[in-house]
């Protein structure tokens, strides 16, 4: 009797125990599919937002002298925007102001529907002062149409510029202050 009693107590265990190992088959037959699931190129996946360095074709000048204004007041060029490659915009900002010593210029950026939200971004400033620079990249791919660009300060949590721009295969626009 006492070993019927032994038996149908073991049973219930032994039970759990191949139903666990059930449930880790299947789980890891799942896991194992899934991650031998086929990912679209990256070229298949359309671009909404990025971060741009001088490895993926940032660009900027050096800091530019502050020196003696001009008496003749004319109207400075703050943004230059142009098509490039059929659908990707080329964003010119002129006089960005930024630290004056820095490890490198970073550009993040996210589009939403009509607007494009970019954040121009330095690392590891070095010293306490600003300079102007001129600093150009690209982003897209986009579809034609009219899009809001805010152009956003990172060090002072603001937006220095929107812009509003009709993009197309020949987009060329100067923008002043």
């Excluded at 086929?38 to 000048?61: A, C, F, H, R, W």
């Excluded at 490039?84 to 010593?101: E, G, K, P, R």
């Excluded at 929107?162 to 020949?170: I, M, Q, R």
Aim: proline share 3%; net charge negative.
């Amino acid at each position: 009797m006492k070993n019927m009693k032994s038996k149908i107590k073991q049973k219930p265990f032994v039970d759990l125990v191949l139903h666990g190992m059930v449930f880790l088959t299947i789980l890891l037959l799942i896991v194992f599919f899934w991650s031998c699931h086929e990912t679209p190129e990256e070229s298949d996946v359309p671009m909404n937002s990025g971060t741009i360095t001088q490895k993926s074709g940032l660009s900027y000048s050096g800091c530019k002298a502050s020196g003696l204004k001009s008496t003749y007041e004319a109207p400075e060029i703050c943004a230059s925007l142009e098509t490039v490659d059929s659908d990707y915009l080329l964003i010119q900002h002129f006089d960005a102001v930024f630290n004056c010593s820095f490890d490198s210029l970073i550009i993040d950026y996210n589009v939403d529907g009509d607007v494009i939200n970019v954040n121009e971004s330095h690392v590891n400033p070095g010293v306490y002062c600003t300079c102007k620079y001129d600093i150009s990249y690209k982003i897209g791919p986009l579809d034609y149409g009219t899009y809001k660009i805010h152009l956003l300060d990172e060090a002072l949590n603001k937006e220095e510029l929107c812009l509003e721009v009709e993009f197309s295969a020949d987009t060329d626009t100067t923008y002043y202050q």
